[in-house]
């Protein structure tokens, strides 16, 4: 099984919906994950940081359920810039490093 | 700052040439790794090194080399390029070596050998 397992979408929404991405994770033991955001033919960028107590910065909550292993994004009130694919990644910590393990992305695209 | 700076933005080589590509950042950071993009697969890690003269394999590390001899720079070698390594090469930078911290990402190089 993958590490870190996305439903790659596309989810074609209108304007002013919600929408809700899920992520899957393998490794029990991470701690923290985090939802960037890549936009076509750019590098990725850091949305939201998601601990145990989850997380929300405006229209966007991210939530972790550690029982069932997965972490999940909302976006409310969608906007045509929210367009973008949603990278879920979750750490791998070793012995005074560790390595990211990205999704292959959500796709979204907000329709007028 | 310019945050973490990535050339050439676009190569083409063809079968068996070698190349590096470059990467910088001037925030001091301690972390620093190399992945890769293709249709389909995601963002793969190839390299990571989490100081000066400190460097480490990622998931795909094959036909690649690295190097850390500052805090600044981390080079990508292709050592004989193969049409596999077609992609898109993302340099990304931490601040932290042992706690994942936010990446910051350069603009990527995009590579086609063919």
């Known amino acids: 099984r993958k590490e870190v397992e996305q439903d790659p979408g596309p989810f074609n929404v209108p304007e002013g919906a919600t929408v809700a991405f899920n992520c899957t994770y393998s490794?029990?033991?991470?701690?923290?994950f985090f939802w960037y955001r890549q936009d076509c033919r750019k590098e990725p960028k850091l949305l939201m940081s998601v601990y145990s107590s989850g997380n929300e910065d405006g229209r966007f909550t991210a939530q972790l359920n550690r029982a069932s292993q997965y972490i999940s994004l909302l976006i409310r009130d969608s906007k045509l810039s929210d367009s973008a694919t949603y990278l879920c990644v979750a750490p791998q910590l070793g012995a005074g490093s560790y390595q990211l393990t990205f999704g292959k992305g959500t796709k979204l695209s907000v329709i007028p | 700052n310019a945050g973490v700076t990535q050339t050439p933005k676009f190569q083409v080589l063809k079968t068996g040439q070698s190349m590096t590509l470059q990467c910088a950042q001037d925030?001091?950071?301690?972390?620093m790794s190399w992945y890769r993009q293709d249709p389909g697969m995601g963002l793969r890690l190839i390299h990571y090194?989490?100081?000066?003269?400190?460097?480490d394999q990622g998931e795909v590390p094959n036909g690649y080399n690295v190097s850390r001899s500052t805090t600044e720079d981390f080079p990508l070698r292709l050592l004989s390029a193969a049409p596999s390594q077609t992609s898109v090469y993302f340099c990304?930078?931490?601040?932290?070596?042992?706690?994942?911290?936010?990446?910051?990402f350069g603009p990527g190089t995009r590579l086609t050998v063919t």
């Open positions: 090194s989490v100081g000066a003269g400190i460097t």
């Open positions: 990304a930078s931490s601040y932290s070596r042992d706690s994942p911290y936010e990446q910051y």
């Open positions: 490794n029990s033991a991470s701690q923290s």
């Open positions: 925030m001091n950071h301690e972390y």
